[in-house]
């Protein structure tokens, strides 16, 4: 949230960022995006066979879901703060680091519940189910006994309405 102030008031303040940064900023959005999941593609050999084994859906979702934003935030941040950097550099660098991680929300963490679902990823197996369906009644179990057990011991939880 203070990153996010910080960054508000260098855009309004800054007589570097033009019309033209606000034109570039989608570009680059859709630049590292697809850098991202062709690096990812390239990687996916070794990604198969370490790990879960990921698919090229898996590889699509990564790609896309990744997140762009608290690492970048903070280095555009220390750029800020650094005096022997250029202001302007610094106010494009911050202005762009920004806008990446606020695309990021506001486009790919709003909209990949429909790239999940447009893949199929969203659909599990009657298998998958039923081992769901158990964990669900273990855990219910589970805080029932905690329950339980936290009811005979009034003297830490008298004001609790059971």
Not at 3 to 14: N, R
Not at 133 to 158: R, S, T
Request: net charge negative.
């Amino acid at each position: 949230m203070l990153s996010g102030l910080i960054i508000g008031k260098t855009v309004v303040e800054s007589k570097y960022i033009t019309y033209v940064d606000y034109i570039l900023l989608p570009v680059l959005f859709l630049l590292l995006l697809l850098l991202r999941l062709g690096l990812l593609m390239l990687s996916l050999p070794i990604l198969k066979k370490c790990g879960y084994g990921t698919t090229v859906k898996d590889a699509t979702v990564m790609a896309y879901g990744g997140l762009r934003g608290a690492v970048g935030l903070c280095l555009a941040l220390i750029v800020k703060e650094t005096p022997k950097i250029d202001e302007k550099i610094k106010d494009i660098i911050l202005f762009h680091t920004g806008g990446i991680a606020l695309l990021t929300l506001m486009v790919n963490a709003m909209t990949i519940k429909y790239l999940v679902n447009w893949l199929g990823m969203s659909r599990m197996s009657d298998e998958l189910m039923d081992i769901m369906d158990g964990m669900v009644v273990h855990m219910d179990a589970h805080v029932q006994l905690n329950i339980e057990q936290m009811k005979n011991h009034q003297d830490h939880f008298e004001q609790v309405d059971w």
